[in-house]
DNA sequence: GACCCGTGGCA
DNA sequence: TTGCCAAGGGT
């Protein structure tokens, strides 16, 4: 039998039983197509079955506000991929009639869609034969043909591509692209494959060579930035606060949060009072300050280690802009945000 | 090509 | 505790 074959009859025997494999409609799988990257099915299962309910059709997801689609992705990270969604969605309704593309090359146009999700929605819902390479596809296939060359280079990223084109199933590409990534996230797990059960046991070249647990390789480490940040949580005598939408490029774009301090290095409360970005802010000299968090949270995102403090200041009189605590909810925020937010109002 | 973008689970 | 990594894509 050769890879399809048996890749395949695994896949029917093993495949678990997921919401977006009872359709074919080409929304929900684009829908959950961009909520998976890099993000494990049991993360995102939820935000699947809640974003089908709130928006059944492109057309209600096209007229919803961006804060309405924000706050439904709160918690699941990688906001561009809900910012792009939302674009999206406006330009299908708005410039296509309504009706999602029908074709890679098309599908391939859409903002947050690149050559994985186009080739994904491409085979399940149009079968067409193109084939997906993401994170399970590049273990399988590196441990199948014992390659070494890394991953995420420009060779790796072309080379794995031709193969799984050259291996994909031209008369069901749909089956057979969920079947290998099925497999890697299954079988071929990154930390211990049980390969005792392998239906590749006895083809596979990294177990031959035994080099099953360092392939796949992947090259370059990510820089860590380190960054410190002061929250300066506003509250008034009829519990408002005050929240900023993050408006420029980098983390977070668009969500909200407190009036942030950043600064170069961990400070106390004798330099935060010192400092005019409090007063500007608070807009009078500061008296009822206290620290939320004696130690500081730790908060870390793939690029950037962020030092933080919340700093609650009582106003003693009204908030300019501020809003209702009551309302808090409605306002999309990062999860360090949030869960400052549940543990103290 | 290099860098950026979140969060959570796991060993 | 730390590093890895997850149904990637944009700039």
Known sequence: MDFSKILTKWYLQNKRDLPW?????????????IILQQTRVNQGLAYYEKFIVTFPTVFDLAKANENTILNLWQGLGYYSRARNLHFSAKYIVNEQDGKFPTTYKDILKLKGVGDYTASAIASI???????????????????????????????????FKKLAQELIDLKDPATFNQAIMEFGAIQCKPKNPDCTICPFQNSCKAKEEKRVEILPIKDKKIKVTKRFFNYIVLISPTDRTLLNQRKQKGIWMNLYQFPLIETSKEIDISELIKMDELHEITNTSNNDISLFNKKPIIHKLSHQHLTVK?????SG??????????????????ILIHNFAEAYF
């Not at 494999?21 to 197509?33: D, M």
């Not at 919340?310 to 009582?314: A, G, L, M, R, T």
């Not at 009189?317 to 605590?325: D, G, H, L, M, T």
């Open 317 to 334: 009189k009204e908030i300019e802009n501020s809003i209702p605590i009551s309302e808090f909810d409605k306002y999309p925020v990062p």
């Open 310 to 314: 919340f700093w609650v200041i009582n």
């Open 125 to 159: 819902c149009y079968n067409e034969p193109h084939a997906v390479v993401d994170g399970n596809v590049y273990r399988v296939l590196a441990r199948y043909y014992g390659i070494d060359i890394p991953t995420n280079s420009t060779e790796g990223i072309k080379l």
């Open 21 to 33: 494999r009872n359709t074919v409609n080409p929304y929900y799988i684009w829908l959950s197509e």
